[in-house]
């Protein structure tokens, strides 16, 4: 493994995760900074703000101290916070393109993203195409002279593909397009896009960086100060943004991304192990596995393989909704990155949306976002739960 998946500041991860955009309160000296529950602000005289801030759209308080902490985390110039993730998404693509710009987009991508493509941005004259992110000639040969922005997850949801950031990173300048990169599934804390070349990075926060599933959040971290500005302009014109609540809660799950992340990661290689082995499983899908077809590039991009786990059933689709129907300390739900082990069956749930499409995924899939409980618990719910 690498270990040179630092932010670009002298201090470790850990410390910047709990310190940047943390100031103690200048009135009363809390070390956590407070909520801003405020809608608008008193001003000294016509023009005269306090602090840059007017009316909390346009910016407040708790939110840039969060917005600070996001561009630390991921190396970035400016971190912006939105209501969601797929509000982060659709300010990205609406300051980003035009009517007959085009998009390509992973062969496997999140469901709500290829919706947003599929029955949003088109209806506005955008185009899109799939390709295999995994290989880069696949990318290079889906671009086309109007393609504006490479759209890129790794580790992909739901089959934990793995896209090599540096080598697509090379094909987007090259063809004079942006690369957005989702790192949802690994967290600034095992992987840097923008160190490697990436020109915009896209979070759901309502997953590992906020981590306690008790929050709905997205985020843009990007390198270029001209480019935050833009994308500045279109969060307060949108609107879209996270709320004082919403933005506190996500600080405070940073502070321990770091730890949960290694936890996440530990328990997950433990699980693969065993779903390996089982007779019941017909193929694990995991980065951290030495045939993963991915497992070279992750290696050397991420700092560890992380908390989400993949695996089919033999028995088709029945057989894999039955395993998820009888766990019992994996909570069946949607989601995932929280500190609680969850399961789910992502062409019944996450994945509905790209059914009949090219991005359809397997009946007999079952993905797990694997928790920070004790592994031993973990194991033996699965294992009865595969019967």
């Given at each position: 493994?690498?270990?040179?998946?630092?932010?670009?500041?002298?201090?470790?991860?850990?410390?910047?995760?709990?310190?940047?955009?943390?100031?103690?309160?200048?009135?009363?000296?809390?070390?956590?900074?407070?909520?801003?529950?405020?809608?608008?602000?008193?001003?000294?005289?016509?023009?005269?703000?306090?602090?840059?801030?007017?009316?909390?759209?346009?910016?407040?308080?708790?939110?840039?101290?969060?917005?600070?902490?996001?561009?630390?985390?991921?190396?970035?110039?400016?971190?912006?916070?939105?209501?969601?993730?797929?509000?982060?998404?659709?300010?990205?693509?609406?300051?980003?393109?035009?009517?007959?710009?085009?998009?390509?987009?992973?062969?496997?991508?999140?469901?709500?993203?290829?919706?947003?493509?599929?029955?949003?941005?088109?209806?506005?004259?955008?185009?899109?195409?799939?390709?295999?992110?995994?290989?880069?000639?696949?990318?290079?040969?889906?671009?086309?002279?109007?393609?504006?922005a490479i759209w890129v997850e790794t580790p992909s949801n739901p089959l934990l593909g793995i896209?090599d950031i540096a080598a697509v990173a090379q094909i987007a300048r090259e063809s004079g397009a942006?690369?957005?990169?989702?790192?949802?599934?690994?967290?600034?804390?095992?992987?840097?896009?923008?160190?490697?070349?990436?020109?915009?990075?896209?979070?759901?926060?309502?997953?590992?960086?906020?981590?306690?599933?008790?929050?709905?959040?997205?985020?843009?971290?990007?390198?270029?100060?001209?480019?935050?500005?833009?994308?500045?302009?279109?969060?307060?014109?949108?609107?879209?943004?996270?709320?004082?609540?919403?933005?506190?809660?996500?600080?405070?799950?940073?502070?321990?991304?770091?730890?949960?992340?290694?936890?996440?990661?530990?328990?997950?290689?433990?699980?693969?192990?065993?779903?390996?082995?089982?007779?019941?499983?017909?193929?694990?899908?995991?980065?951290?596995?030495?045939?993963?077809?991915?497992?070279?590039?992750?290696?050397?991009?991420?700092?560890?393989?992380?908390?989400?786990?993949?695996?089919?059933?033999?028995?088709?689709?029945?057989?894999?909704?039955?395993?998820?129907?009888?766990?019992?300390?994996?909570?069946?739900?949607?989601?995932?990155?929280g500190v609680e082990s969850l399961i789910e069956h992502p062409g019944r749930m996450t994945h509905?949306?790209?059914?009949?499409?090219?991005?359809?995924?397997?009946?007999?899939?079952?993905?797990?976002?694997?928790?920070?409980?004790?592994?031993?618990?973990?194991?033996?719910?699965?294992?009865?739960?595969?019967?």
């Amino acid at each position: 493994m690498s270990d040179s998946h630092t932010t670009p500041s002298t201090q470790s991860f850990e410390t910047v995760a709990i310190h940047a955009g943390n100031t103690a309160d200048p009135l009363t000296g809390a070390v956590v900074p407070p909520i801003y529950q405020v809608s608008t602000y008193k001003q000294d005289g016509v023009g005269g703000l306090r602090g840059g801030y007017e009316y909390s759209r346009s910016a407040n308080p708790t939110r840039t101290a969060l917005e600070e902490n996001l561009a630390a985390l991921e190396g970035g110039r400016r971190g912006l916070a939105f209501a969601s993730g797929l509000a982060a998404e659709d300010c990205l693509l609406r300051a980003l393109l035009a009517p007959g710009d085009h998009v390509v987009i992973p062969n496997d991508a999140y469901g709500g993203t290829f919706r947003l493509f599929a029955k949003v941005v088109s209806r506005w004259g955008v185009e899109w195409s799939v390709a295999d992110t995994s290989d880069p000639e696949a990318v290079r040969a889906a671009v086309t002279d109007r393609t504006k922005a490479i759209w890129v997850e790794t580790p992909s949801n739901p089959l934990l593909g793995i896209t090599d950031i540096a080598a697509v990173a090379q094909i987007a300048r090259e063809s004079g397009a942006r690369l957005v990169v989702d790192n949802t599934f690994a967290s600034p804390y095992l992987q840097q896009p923008l160190a490697l070349g990436a020109d915009i990075v896209v979070h759901s926060m309502t997953k590992y960086m906020g981590g306690h599933s008790d929050v709905v959040g997205g985020a843009l971290v990007v390198s270029d100060e001209a480019l935050g500005e833009e994308l500045a302009y279109h969060q307060n014109a949108m609107g879209a943004v996270a709320g004082p609540f919403d933005a506190w809660l996500v600080l405070r799950g940073i502070k321990t991304l770091a730890v949960r992340m290694d936890r996440h990661s530990e328990n997950a290689t433990k699980v693969t192990d065993m779903l390996t082995r089982h007779a019941r499983v017909t193929q694990v899908l995991y980065p951290g596995l030495p045939e993963h077809p991915g497992h070279e590039i992750a290696a050397k991009q991420m700092k560890s393989f992380g908390g989400m786990v993949s695996f089919r059933v033999e028995g088709g689709e029945e057989a894999a909704v039955e395993v998820c129907n009888r766990a019992k300390l994996f909570t069946l739900g949607e989601s995932l990155g929280g500190v609680e082990s969850l399961i789910e069956h992502p062409g019944r749930m996450t994945h509905a949306s790209v059914a009949g499409s090219a991005l359809e995924v397997p009946a007999d899939l079952v993905r797990l976002s694997v928790g920070i409980e004790a592994a031993d618990d973990l194991l033996a719910d699965l294992q009865q739960a595969l019967g």
